[in-house]
């Protein structure tokens, strides 16, 4: 059965009979696709949870907003706040986002971190990295920062993705001031494309043009909070808020345009006119779109093995439709085929080394949620 993303209840399946229950995400089994699902909180007490990464130990690296970077067990021992992470602009959306690890973080230790950066003005999204320790990060340095920065708390991004050929993606956000993101002497909404040092690929899209900042790899952006690249053609796929509706899924090409604010599936709330139609043709067409949203947070592609019938599906996190989001794709087109309902905002969804999907709660006392079948068939 499948719940209303509205409705305030989880369901409990036991045996094949579903019960609604209140209440907050919880432990216990919902129904899926895939038959029962057992979810079992790893760990909670974090503040807010943005950001989770696997280290090849089994442990978590986890953000919360409010500017903390821990470990987490696998066995769901949460350590104490890392040092070294810089200070952030805690306020709105902003604060401590994503954490990556470098590809070849078994031999260098280093871990990338996006934030909101607090400075004159106001703040702007910025990348650093540092060489991880069981108690801190060392020789942090800020690899990327947004200039200048800005008032307000909304929209500064952020998600990493590294490339397989090595590049780091940032995704930004237009912090809620529209124009920006068609302004293309400046970071905002855009996604951008840097080395690993921050320095800028040679081969980006605009680095023969003066007038442009040569970090961005494509633009016309509102805010994009999951981004991941695809397993068999290694493009970045992106999800970005709409405004009111139009939350949109985009394979991200180099050069190109996406529209925010000349287009938009959505209609930014009361504040101003969004033109139809909700694309033109010289713009890039979002390949998906959800009208109302979901607010997408973070996404994967699974290739595990706990879930065989959902191999290379996009399961994105929704915030306002407080579940994990199933999407079928074949690399050119994607389409939602499922909610997993949890009761709670999902601010990131990642694929942990055992199969099972890991997903975070967005709340005061956020959790880390394992979801796994329930029961696997006998071999
Ligand atoms: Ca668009």
Redesign the pocket.
């Known amino acids: 059965m499948r719940m209303s993303v509205r409705t305030p209840w989880v369901v409990l399946c036991v045996l094949g009979a579903c019960l609604p229950l209140p209440g907050t995400a919880q432990d216990g089994t919902i129904d899926s696709s895939a038959g029962p699902l057992r979810v079992e909180t790893v760990a909670d007490g974090l503040e807010h949870p943005w950001g989770l990464e696997f280290l090849p130990d089994g442990r978590m690296l986890v953000t919360e907003r409010p500017g903390r970077l821990r470990l987490v067990t696998a066995e769901g021992d949460v350590g104490a706040p890392l040092a070294g992470v810089p200070t952030v602009f805690a306020e709105g959306q902003g604060g401590l986002l994503d954490v990556a690890l470098d590809p070849a973080f078994a031999k260098n230790r280093l871990v990338y971190i996006s934030y909101a950066e607090p400075g004159e003005g106001g703040a702007s999204t910025a990348v650093a990295r540092g060489r991880l320790e069981d108690s801190a990060l060392r020789d942090v340095q800020v690899i990327f920062r947004q200039t200048p920065k800005l008032g307000g708390g909304n929209h500064f991004g952020s998600r990493l993705a590294f490339a397989p050929d090595g590049n780091l993606f940032v995704t930004t956000g237009e912090r809620f001031k529209f124009e920006p993101a068609q302004d293309l002497s400046n970071t905002l909404g855009k996604i951008l494309r840097i080395r690993p040092d921050g320095s800028i690929p040679a081969d980006n899209p605009f680095v023969n043009r003066r007038d442009v900042a040569p970090a961005i790899f494509s633009y016309?952006h509102r805010n994009v909070q999951a981004a991941a690249i695809h397993p068999q053609t290694g493009a970045l796929w992106a999800i970005e808020h709409g405004p009111r509706g139009g939350d949109?899924l985009?394979i991200v090409e180099a050069g190109r345009n996406?529209?925010?604010p000349l287009?938009?599936w959505g209609r930014h709330y009361n504040l101003r006119d969004i033109p139809d139609p909700d694309?033109r043709p010289d713009?890039?067409q979002?390949i998906y779109q959800w009208t109302p949203v979901i607010a997408p947070s973070g996404m994967t592609f699974y290739t595990g093995r706990l879930f065989p019938t959902w191999q290379g599906d996009i399961l994105v996190g929704g915030l306002v439709a407080k579940a994990v989001v199933r999407l079928k794709q074949d690399g050119k087109s994607a389409e939602e085929v499922e909610r997993i309902e949890l009761n709670a905002r999902i601010r990131d969804v990642v694929q942990g080394p055992d199969g099972a999907i890991y997903a975070l709660t967005d709340e005061d006392n956020g959790a880390i949620l394992r979801l796994a079948p329930e029961a696997r068939a006998a071999p």
């Open positions: 016309g949109e985009n996406y529209g925010w287009v938009s694309t713009l890039a979002s």
